[in-house]
């Protein structure tokens, strides 16, 4: 149980184009889904938070204009990244939440994650 | 503020050597989770436990065990009889509680640096 799945695990553009990535949560509805940011050889960086019918709350530093996020289901969530240049090629990585208890998700599930380059 | 310090950036072991990976954090939080998980080179994370701020127990779980010492803040990873599968990086992470106006938001993590982990044949 708990698996994430990430659209497309791979994409290659030219700048100035945009870059739809999805995640999808497959077998439990999940309150919050987070999205990261990984750069070769370092941590995930925690990007935005979104939960399911409302905004999402973005990490400062991350421009909202240029991130789209989309949560229009409990299962789907969406990264939009636009007019992409060469320094947003990145590994990008989606988790949701799995409440076991209470209110909150308190376990992270993560997808396969997105390699994006920008030529 | 918040902070994971995985101090080991990159460890080499001979296999069946035992290892530990050290993650020392710190928190202001009175609730929080302390997470191990391992990445392949495949780049997809994959969950090894997840420990909440009440519970000191020590885990095994097969060749996996767990140290979690709040007088020392640290939350130690050891691996037995290590193999070549298990050949990762390993991101050690803390989770605060999120408090968003209006929404259940749950719990972000912030992850360490990482250690990377080579086994040998």
């Known amino acids: 149980g708990a698996v994430v799945s990430q659209h497309p695990s791979r994409v290659i553009c030219k700048s100035g184009t945009s870059v739809k990535i999805e995640c999808r949560s497959l077998?439990?509805?999940?309150?919050?889904m987070f999205w990261y940011r990984q750069f070769p050889k370092q941590s995930l960086m925690l990007m935005a938070t979104s939960n399911e019918g409302s905004k999402a709350t973005y990490e400062q530093g991350v421009e909202k204009d240029k991130f789209l996020i989309n949560h229009a289901s409990l299962t789907l969530s969406t990264l939009t990244v636009t007019s992409a240049h060469p320094e947003d090629s990145s590994f990008y990585i989606c988790?949701?939440?799995?409440?076991?208890?209470?209110?909150?998700?308190?376990?992270?599930?993560f997808g396969p994650g997105t390699r994006l380059t920008v030529l | 503020a918040q902070k994971v310090t995985q101090a080991q950036t990159e460890i080499s072991v001979v296999e069946k050597e035992d290892v530990t990976l050290d993650c020392v954090y710190e928190t202001r939080d009175t609730t929080y989770y302390l997470f191990w998980y391992k990445q392949p080179p495949s780049g997809e994370l994959v969950f090894l436990i997840r420990?909440?701020?009440?519970?000191?127990q020590n885990e095994i779980s097969g060749r996996y065990s767990w140290n979690f010492q709040k007088s020392t803040s640290s939350f130690n990873f050891t691996i037995t009889a290590s193999q070549v599968v298990d050949s990762a990086v390993y991101f050690c992470?803390?989770?605060?509680?999120?408090?968003?106006?209006?929404?259940?938001?749950?719990?972000?993590?912030?992850f360490g640096k990482g250690t990377s982990l080579l086994v040998t044949p």
């Open positions: 420990r909440n701020s009440f519970d000191e």
């Open positions: 077998d439990f509805q999940a309150t919050t």
């Open positions: 992470a803390l989770s605060e509680l999120l408090f968003r106006a209006g929404s259940n938001s749950g719990y972000a993590l912030n």
């Open positions: 988790s949701a939440g799995l409440a076991r208890s209470g209110l909150y998700t308190d376990t992270q599930y």
